[in-house]
């Protein structure tokens, strides 16, 4: 009996000391330290860890989806109406992204890798074949007429050429030519004049099978926070297109990897060579991604707001001062000039000038809201959407004289000669009335002619 109550009052002392010793461990946050202490030693960019193969080798699927806006008033807007548009799309291709040339670093502190993106065309995950055409804005023509506008001489060839060959403020191209680029037929004939001019345009031309420049990253290895930070893009630790220091930074990720052990109140910064800017995301809420646990990070609408909202984005006004609204960023320094403006799909987050400027948008958080979510440990995105929508600005330059296209010329031509037949109906009634009254005329005198010459013969 002895040995019976010291086993049992033995089970007893010993559940409580386990009880003390959970409840000690819980309150300390010793094993939630140490776990993040090993995470925190393990993800570094380094050869034979798993952090390094999923960095080189993105596993998931990764899914680009474009949409169009198809213009249906060409007509309209040549007299200054505001565009139409029908969003047309998706159009799906699958991007396999990996990493090449890996060029490790100062003792395995840094990185180089070029990042080669391939898009197949998936057909089943599509509205259509890429064979499908979209009636757009011509932007060769918009942006050679914006290079040319301040030399009259040469501007004026060139509007010459345009109207001979129906060039104008619109085209229409499939999906394939637009995305992935066509021959254009005013920079051929601008290519004989200046040979180093590129005559094929798409707006994600040399995208395919090709990389957007040479990154050096950080692996991580003194600290985690640095892990795949970019360190210089293309030998350069920052840009030199926008008038601001500041805004010339590189900052963060290529925003395809984050370090581990995110919290909750941090700023992730990532640079984006599409908008060829840095920015930064904050938390939003929590997620779970088939069952695994994700914080949802997005851009706050401060980003991209004008500099009266934000002062710090001022230097991507260019040229000095020439500040648009809230919402929208002019990337024609980067762009070879052209015309071009980003914002999100649908200007969300924009000024609601631009919203109520083109009739079709709809802007809606759940749709056109870029955002990552991704597991707070790891550092490993679960889930993204990078929803961004290319635009073209378009001003009346009095040099150029726009010229509709062939198609919308034949249908103008229609409607012109059924109005010239209505207006000149009246015209067309007097000029027979006087035909008419002239044949009158001249039978009564012809009638008289021969009354006068019978007469004679019945006198005698």
């Known amino acids: 009996m002895l040995l019976k109550s010291c086993c049992i009052y033995s089970v007893g002392v010993f559940s409580i000391l386990i009880l003390i010793s959970g409840i000690a461990l819980v309150l300390s946050g010793v094993f939630p330290r140490l776990l993040k202490s090993v995470v925190e030693k393990e993800i570094v960019l380094k050869n034979g860890t798993e952090a390094f193969e999923a960095w080189e080798n993105p596993p998931a699927p990764i899914y680009m989806q474009f949409y169009f806006f198809n213009v249906t008033n060409p007509l309209e807007v040549l007299d200054g109406d505001r565009p139409a548009v029908i969003e047309i799309g998706p159009y799906t291709y699958r991007e396999y992204r990996p990493m090449e040339q890996v060029d490790f670093q100062e003792n395995g502190t840094k990185v180089g890798a070029v990042n080669i993106k391939t898009y197949i065309f998936q057909r089943n995950m599509s509205r259509g074949p890429e064979s ?73 031309y040399k995208s ?31 840009m030199s297109w926008w008038t601001s220091d500041e805004c010339n930074m590189i900052n963060g990720t290529n925003g395809a990897s984050f370090h581990p052990v995110v919290t909750k109140n941090e700023t992730l910064y990532m640079f984006s060579s599409d908008l060829c800017r840095s920015l930064y995301v904050l938390y939003e809420e929590e997620v779970t991604v088939k069952g695994i646990p994700g914080y949802r990070f997005s851009p706050p609408s401060k980003v991209f707001a004008n500099k009266t909202v934000n002062p710090a984005n001022a230097g991507f006004c260019v040229p000095a001062e020439n500040c648009l609204g809230s919402g929208v960023l002019n990337v024609s320094p980067c762009k070879q000039g052209a015309p071009i403006v980003m914002s999100s799909p649908h200007f969300y987050q924009a000024d609601e000038k631009y919203v109520q400027g083109v009739f079709g948008m709809r802007p809606q958080k759940e749709q056109h809201q870029t955002m990552i979510d991704i597991n707070p440990l790891t550092g490993i995105i679960v889930q993204a959407a990078k929803r961004l929508q290319v635009n073209v600005n378009v001003e ?65």
């Open 132 to 204: 499908e055409l979209i009636r757009t804005i011509n932007i060769p023509a918009m942006t050679v007429m914006e290079q040319f506008k301040d030399q009259p001489f040469t501007a004026n060839l060139i509007s010459a050429y345009m109207k001979s060959t129906g060039d104008g403020l619109f085209t229409t191209r499939t999906v394939g030519e637009l995305l992935w680029g066509y021959e254009d037929g005013l920079l051929t004939a601008l290519k004989k004049f200046k040979p180093d001019l590129d005559d094929v345009f798409g707006l994600f």
């Open 396 to 460: 009346k330059i009095p040099v150029f004289s726009v010229v509709i296209d062939d198609s919308s010329a034949r249908k103008l031509q229609k409607i012109l000669v059924q109005r010239n037949v209505v207006v000149n109906i009246p015209f067309m009634l007097i000029g027979l009335g006087i035909i008419l009254g002239g044949v009158f005329m001249f039978l009564m005198c012809r009638q008289k002619s021969t009354v006068a010459e019978r007469q004679p013969l019945l006198s005698s």
């Open 208 to 238: 395919n099978a090709s990389s957007d420049g040479e990154y050096v990253f950080f692996t991580g290895q003194q600290n985690y926070e640095d892990f795949a930070r970019v360190d210089t893009w293309n030998g350069d630790s920052v």
